[in-house]
């Protein structure tokens, strides 16, 4: 079975400094992978996806992922927060079935951004 | 290209009630999927429809229901509402619904359960 494991569930880091949103995922077969973020009272937007193509996954707003299989890791990163980062950022696996696919969410990290 | 569109925004019910929520996907995408989202469980799938066809389901009562129309739009009803019902109610669409697709998700109907 599919699963995702959301290491923080919140992180805090000044302006301008790095940001690590760490997820581990479980899967048995090779899995397609995504980061959502969710600002308050909205719905989901995607930032990045992996499905294979690169390891290192670039997205939206700076945001970027390494897909490491070792480490059964997709940590996602930033160099430098901004203070409209500051949401809730779900990593995201991918189950197939039935010829589509349900997503399976981790708990979610709040990431707080301080000026 | 208009986004995906959820109505209401916001609803608020009693307990034993029924209610019905609204999708329209992003046009020409066929597949529409719904999702719970309460502090409590996280996000969790109900369903997915795919051309007017339930293709896939969650772990949901059956007193969770839904369907989908010619034009790809797509209704989830609740029937016997229970407090525990409230929640954000997230709608995505994807032009096949294929698994390693990125999902396109609305602004969600927050409902209230009384």
């Known amino acids: 079975a599919q699963s995702v494991t959301q290491l923080d569930s919140h992180v805090s880091v ?11 995922y479980s899967s048995s077969y090779s899995p397609s992978l995504f980061w959502y973020v969710q600002h308050p009272n909205k719905g989901l937007q995607l930032l990045l996806k992996y499905t294979s193509a690169a390891t290192l996954v670039k997205g939206i707003n700076g945001f970027e992922a390494e897909f490491k299989k070792s480490e059964t890791s997709f940590h996602l990163t930033k160099p430098s927060a901004h203070m409209s980062d500051a949401a809730e950022y779900f990593c995201v696996v991918s189950d197939r079935v039935n010829q589509g696919g349900k997503l399976i969410f981790g708990q979610g990290t709040e990431l707080s951004v301080k000026p | 290209k208009a986004g995906v569109t959820q109505t209401p925004r916001y609803l608020i019910k009693t307990r034993g009630q029924q209610v019905t929520l609204s999708c329209s996907p992003i046009s020409g995408h066929r597949s529409v999927s719904w999702y ?3 502090p409590g469980q996280g996000l969790q799938f109900l369903f997915e429809y795919f051309s007017e066809t339930q293709r896939n389901k969650g772990n949901f009562p059956g007193r969770f229901s839904g369907r989908q129309f010619s034009n790809s739009r797509s209704e989830m009803n609740v029937s016997t509402l229970e407090l525990g019902d409230s929640a954000l109610y997230l709608c995505a669409s994807s032009p096949g619904g294929q698994y390693n697709s990125p999902l396109h998700f609305g602004n969600g109907t927050r409902l209230t359960v009384t």
């Open chain 2, 36 to 38: 719970q989202q309460t």
């Open chain 1, 14 to 24: 000044s302006e301008g400094t790095p940001v690590l949103l760490r997820c581990n």
